[in-house]
């Protein structure tokens, strides 16, 4: 089938667009889609239940129930009829009696579908950037509390995408004010500076491949000496791998090695240019923060800690908990930068793990 085999919405560019914007395609499962499907599932009485955005060429499922397929062609989706009428769910009680779809791949083979309805995902500026909908192998009939309910579940994952995309873009806005404040060319410089400094193999943790003790409190004196040259301080973040003990003993060191390797490789991805990973002793890390208020800090901590919780684990889920401490409430010393991030650190574990903390309040 060719891209004439499906309808294109008046307003497909500035959809697609939209789409874009929410940086959602292709990213991995999160619960709380997977919850919208299980309601939705479960008001229909359907087996099978799709979150699917549709893209220029292909539908993608964010969420699914029922099927295994991460994605479709456009050109045999139903939602891509359906969100040409962003105000309508659309209903099909019989794909086979149904001239759009009767001859349809998905109804004449497997999964032979026969009923459809799909409520659009209509952004707050009138684009439909996918569906949320229920699919059944027998023709159904639906009541209206049944459509109302479907709209409902499609406003509410709309509101939670414009608050995912809000978070990200406060995040933006907070690490570029916080980078403002020390250019980017100087940061860059002293970075290179101190690793044509470093001696690879004495600073260097020969498990996870980030620094170790010496090179953290080397990096630390570093970051005090040109604090002292540039008002402004900076923040560090103390992350500690949540019950790794239970996961030794259970799975063995080789895996907890293993796991040490790749939290550090994760912590690593979401660092910026100026920012510095140690492994400061046994399950424990610590990242230095150049240029970064505690509120930045925060926001940083909060993004390690959903990288490491979002991840996919062999073995069992893993998460960190978190404690952040900066120099810009008061002169301190290293040793006191540690303790208070390390104070803050045993606060996340107090609240029960897979938690962020700053400063105690006073």
Known sequence: MGSSSFPL??????????LRDYGILDTLPEQVYDDFLAVASAIFGCPVAQLS??????????????????????????????????????VVRDATLDPRFRDNPLVTSDPSIRFYAGAPLVTPAGDAVGTVCVLDRQ?????????????????????????RRGVTELERMILD??????????????????????????????????GNRRALEERLEAEFARAQRNPGGFSIAMVDLDHFKEYNDRFGHIEGDNALISVASLLVSDLRAQDFLARYGGEEFVIVLPGTSLRGAMVMGERF??????????????TISVGVASTEDSKVTPGDLLRRADEALYRSKSAGRNHVSGPKAA
Do not use: Y
Not at 185 to 209: C, I, M
């Open 305 to 318: 800690r959903r990288t490491i919780q979002r991840a996919s684990w062999s073995n069992k889920p893993l």
């Open 177 to 210: 004010q916080d980078a403002r404040m020390e250019a980017l060319e100087e940061a860059q410089r002293v970075l290179k500076e101190s690793e044509l400094d470093l001696k690879a193999q004495s600073r260097t943790d020969p498990l996870t491949g980030v």
């Open 139 to 163: 023709p159904r009939d639906v009541t209206p509390d049944q459509l109302e309910a479907l709209r409902i579940l499609s406003r509410q994952i709309v509101d939670h995408m414009e608050l």
């Open 9 to 18: 919405p008046a307003n497909e560019t500035r959809r697609l667009q939209a």
């Open 53 to 90: 955005l549709v893209d220029e060429d292909r539908q993608w499922f964010k969420a699914k129930i029922g099927i295994e397929q991460d994605e479709t062609p456009r050109d045999i989706a139903f939602c891509a009829h359906a969100i040409v009428k962003p105000e309508e769910v659309m």
